[in-house]
């Protein structure tokens, strides 16, 4: 049997993914350390909500709830622990974090789990620059924990301990691909999706008749931006597009960009940092756009979650973000698939 048929649980297989198992163990029990020496407060979120989140694109795992009288009500395992964490932040809590299990239908692959481990964190009132210094410490916290000078994955190679590069989303557009993504929006940030069309074509690149503008975004940036990302040192892609960018507030200099930014290391996608969205009303109005994309695309959308658009009317000013946690295990182990250091793989 070879070591890919061989079950995980198979002593011999487990003794060759051990060592992964026990570098996962030392980069999160030296992740708990530097939170709480930042007086972070760990906190634990339950996943049952009755909202999973309101990206179009998100697939949620649907279960019920039975109550006493017999009666069920609908449920939804979280895609991320972030509404929970803001109902805290606006319990009056400032500092918190949380190793998260969250769920993602729809997602399976060499660096995506149906279940996973997602770090996220929150600081009150701080500019969500601060996410970015922290990024910087927790990746090289992460690289010494496992014994690597280097992060790894297949041939891409980044260093840990390097300055990572601060790239907006415009500029990486026009460097990686000559679009210039901020001449197919308007002066407030709606889309225009003909005359992004129009410029992938002049440059070769098909849209399908039914792409919407988000869709051909998406595809240049996979294809032509992301590949060039997170190579020798890391990058920070910053300012997305606000309609790129449901959760998080207008940049205060442009508001056709928002206060958004990605890790990427080795081409990887690590984490999604946010100046925090704090007024309901947008926040509604965003989320019932992105609701009205799922059905539309899926045939299906997810219900809001009331308490938190009413909790946000007391949340502070914030900023956070979600760190895909094995992900980073990976690249400092050179592990070369997301289930080798997942203790327990959820099965195929």
Known sequence: ??????????????????????????????????????DFVEVDPMAMQVSPGNEAHLHAFATEAVGNDGLSRPLY??????????????????????????????????????????????????PYEALMADCGAL?????????????????ATCDPFAPPERLN??????????IDLLATVDAQGAPDAQALAAQMARRGMRAAPDDTWSDMLSRILVEKVEPHLGHGR?????????????????????????????????GVEL???????????????????????????????????????AALEHMPEASGIALGFDRLVMLATGAPRIDDVIWAPVPD
């Open 169 to 178: 989303v415009a500029d990486a557009f026009a460097r990686y691909a000559s």
């Open 77 to 126: 395992l979280h895609t991320s622990p972030e509404f929970a964490m803001k109902k805290l932040l606006a319990a009056g809590e400032t500092r918190i974090a949380a190793f998260a299990h969250v769920w993602r239908n729809r997602e399976r692959g060499v660096l995506h789990s149906p279940e996973f481990i997602m770090l996220e964190w929150y600081r009150a009132d701080a």
């Open 271 to 309: 984490a999604n940092g946010f100046g925090e969205l704090t007024d309901p009303a947008e926040q509604r109005r965003r989320f019932e756009a992105e609701m009205a994309e799922m059905q539309r695309v899926y045939g299906k959308r997810y219900p809001l979650d009331e308490d938190f658009l």
């Open 234 to 266: 890391m990058t920070i892609l910053d300012r997305y597009p606000v309609a790129e960018a449901a959760l998080a507030r207008k940049a205060p200099d442009d508001p056709r960009v928002a206060e958004r930014f990605e890790l990427y290391a080795c």
């Open 1 to 38: 049997m070879s070591p890919v048929d061989t079950p995980w649980w198979h002593p011999r297989r487990h003794a060759d993914r051990r060592p992964l198992m026990l570098a996962r163990a030392r980069i999160q029990a030296q992740m708990r350390v530097w939170f709480a020496e930042q």
């Open 139 to 155: 990746v090289a916290l992460a690289a010494r924990a496992a014994g690597a000078t280097i992060l790894r994955f297949r041939e």
